[in-house]
């Protein structure tokens, strides 16, 4: 085996092949990227500070149990239909001109399909300042 010392060229990196698998690992990625789908409602949650949001003379609350019953100020919603719901509404609101706030009390275990409905129905009738009731945390000691 012969060494040449000395030799006068230098070693030399072909570049092309990693110029390929570096396209090829940014197309991948570009293809394989998901993009976030906006929200057709727009809602301002409220931040869960422990203080009570001052709240108006006039409110409308929807409350959904855990099997998806509503009740509207309290007073239970004789079926789970959208049409139902909005005719609640309706009467609750009465001939007011002005825009109540709605509030919207689910339990932990309510189905989506429930609180959406609410929504859903509320929009409609033209109650559109939503606001959902949470409760504070407990802090383990």
Do not use: C, W
């Not at 906006?38 to 931040?47: F, G, Y």
């Amino acid at each position: 085996m012969k060494l040449r010392h000395g030799s006068s060229e230098e070693p030399q990196v072909n570049l092309t092949p990693l110029i390929d698998v570096v396209f090829l690992l940014l197309i991948f990625f570009m293809v394989s990227t998901t993009f976030t789908r906006e929200s057709e409602i727009a809602l301002e949650l409220p931040e869960s500070t422990g203080e009570a949001l001052e709240t108006e003379e006039f409110v409308v609350e929807i409350s959904i149990d855990g099997q998806g019953n509503y009740f509207v100020n309290k007073q239970q919603v004789v079926n789970k239909q959208l049409e139902t719901l909005k005719r609640a509404l309706r009467e609750v609101r009465g001939e007011r001109s002005d825009t109540p706030q709605l509030i919207i009390s689910a339990d932990r275990v309510t189905p989506h399909q429930a609180v959406i409905t609410a929504m859903d129905a509320a929009r409609q009738v033209g109650l559109t300042r939503i606001t959902f009731a949470t409760k504070q945390l407990r802090e383990e000691p």
